[in-house]
């Protein structure tokens, strides 16, 4: 792909130099909708990436193709406004712009992006566009930063300028994650390491084909929700200032406080949190049964409590149940459609190809994609 890219850039805008710079897509192992709550994560980078070539020009004006689109378009570093045409191109100009907003000086571009990290898959496309972009405009512009630092600049730029109120996982694991670990995250403390996977199991996905929106209300919907109980609860509790500070104590003697839809929003939230922190502990004593049932766990109160699955996943999860060689599965990513994580015995992922996508046809009548994290 680099050297694709190389070519078909250098030729496209008559430059001789270039670079390229990659961020790949991610899968969430457990730990969903909790990062805006100031929980715990444990997502793992996928090779599947996308690239960003750049080289510098004089003046202001960034002109971005994107081939997988068929689309192009330019913008001027000194008015960037938000582009209906091509919303696309609002990650590149999100990006440049907080950039800008740190004090940042930038120079005029011409950008050429390419992908195969599935679009509305909930396989974070959109971070990874946003991290490509970010580290071309940082190698073109000198600009150093921590990765800490680079993942909410890209998170900021995702909120303010494409308008999702996206968590930190998604751009925290496209700067820093590892191919092949999972990456634990802290998401108020920005504490994170890397964490072991299963030598003999893999990480498989599959994909629904059914395109999830982010935009969509549903997500923003549910952010709210998570706030109106910790404002019910931090109204009798010293320090709950997030969904994180409750406890599953302080939930039960609230209970009665909280509508009855809000009441199993939290409790998805204050139940993942801890089912990621004991994942930590299974998945560091070579549990991977143990892990897998808290797959299944985080899937059924995602689809019962959360209320994010759909026909489709619910089919897709239900399906391994009857499968010998599958540790674990549930829905990943924010919901409504998207893709399952399965983790499946590393002899048995043929077979659970093979079975899956039986499965979902005779289902469903559509065809599921099946990808190797
Ligand atoms: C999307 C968001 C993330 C996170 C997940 C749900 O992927 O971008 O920040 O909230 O949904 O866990």
């Not at 920005?190 to 599959?206: A, C, F, G, M, T």
């Not at 910790?230 to 320090?239: D, P, Q, Y």
Request: aromatic share 6%; charged share 25%; net charge negative.
């Amino acid at each position: 792909m680099e050297a694709r890219l190389t070519e078909e850039h250098r030729s496209f805008f008559s430059v001789d130099k270039s670079e390229v710079h990659r961020a790949p897509g991610r899968v969430n192992l457990i730990g969903e909708h909790t990062d805006y709550n100031d929980g715990f994560v444990l997502p793992t980078p996928l090779d599947r990436h996308v690239w960003a070539a750049a080289s510098p020009r004089e003046g202001v004006r960034v002109t971005v193709r994107a081939p997988d689109l068929g689309d192009q378009m330019e913008f001027r570093l000194d008015v960037i406004t938000r582009s209906a045409d091509h919303p696309w191109g609002n990650y590149v100009m999100g990006v440049a712009q907080a950039l800008q907003e740190e004090g940042h000086t930038l120079r005029g571009a011409y950008m050429t992006i390419r992908g195969d990290v599935p679009i509305g898959a909930g396989l974070s496309s959109s971070a990874a566009f946003l991290m490509a972009s970010l580290r071309a405009f940082q190698s073109m512009n000198r600009i150093s930063l921590e990765p800490v630092e680079s993942a909410y600049l890209a998170k900021r730029a995702e909120n303010q300028f494409v308008g999702v109120q996206c968590g930190v996982m998604d751009q925290f694991v496209a700067a820093m994650g590892e191919h092949g670990k999972a990456l634990f995250i802290d998401c108020r403390t920005n504490e994170h390491r890397l964490v072991e996977l299963p030598r003999d199991h893999k990480v498989v996905i599959v994909n629904t084909m059914k395109s999830r929106d982010l935009t969509s209300s549903a997500y923003n919907e549910r952010r709210g929700q998570c706030l109106e109980a910790v404002l019910v609860i931090g109204r009798h509790e010293t320090g709950v200032t997030a969904l994180r500070d409750v406890t599953p104590e302080m939930l039960i003697k609230h209970w009665g406080e909280l509508q009855p839809g809000i009441q199993r929003r939290a409790r998805h939230v204050v139940t993942e949190n801890q089912r990621v922190l004991e994942s930590l502990e299974l998945l560091g004593g070579g549990d991977v049964e143990g892990f897998g049932d808290l797959m299944y766990d985080s899937h059924e109160s995602l689809r019962h409590d959360y209320e994010v699955s759909c026909r489709e996943l619910d089919i897709l999860v239900d399906a391994t149940l009857e499968m010998r060689g599958v540790a674990g599965a549930r829905m990943t990513g924010a919901g409504f459609g998207g893709c399952t994580v399965n983790l499946v015995e590393e002899g048995y992922v043929d077979k659970f190809t093979e079975l899956i996508k039986e499965k979902y046809l005779s289902s469903t009548a559509k065809r599921a994609e099946v990808y190797l994290a």
